[in-house]
């Protein structure tokens, strides 16, 4: 069973950048689709990006599109969320989460989840 631990976020003024990182134990991270989510005080966890076994295929919510970009590196079993040109309202708790083989964006199709790293954005 793979297990995940997210690191990577802070405090960053808006325009910033930061890095998440997903770093994953076990030996079936390549056969896991991995993604990114967050949840806000008092809101529901919504996808941010997700990315296929190969890193071939990635999706992204529309309100991070040309700003976050995903990534995975198998050879070392783990996962990656660029973000940049932050912004005020991309202030949440950043999850990682991952599930066998096809990638998906509800929360409730994925098994394995990170415990979560805190990104505020300043404005």
């Known amino acids: 069973q793979v297990q995940l631990v997210e690191s990577g976020g802070g405090l960053v003024q808006a325009g910033g950048s930061l890095r998440l990182s997903c770093a994953a134990s076990g030996r079936t991270f390549s056969r896991h689709a991995m993604a990114w989510f967050r949840q806000a005080p008092g809101k529901e966890r919504d996808i941010v990006a997700h990315?296929?076994?190969?890193?071939?295929?990635?999706y992204y919510s529309d309100s991070v599109k040309g700003r976050f970009t995903i990534s995975r590196d198998n050879a070392n079993n783990t996962a990656y969320l660029q973000m940049d040109s932050l912004k005020p309202e991309d202030t949440a708790v950043y999850y990682c989460?991952?599930?066998?083989?096809?990638?998906?964006?509800?929360?409730?199709?994925?098994?394995?989840w990170g415990q979560g790293t805190q990104v505020t954005v300043s404005s």
């Open positions: 990315i296929s076994l190969s890193g071939g295929r990635t």
């Open positions: 989460a991952g599930k066998p083989f096809v990638a998906g964006i509800a929360p409730y199709e994925y098994d394995v």
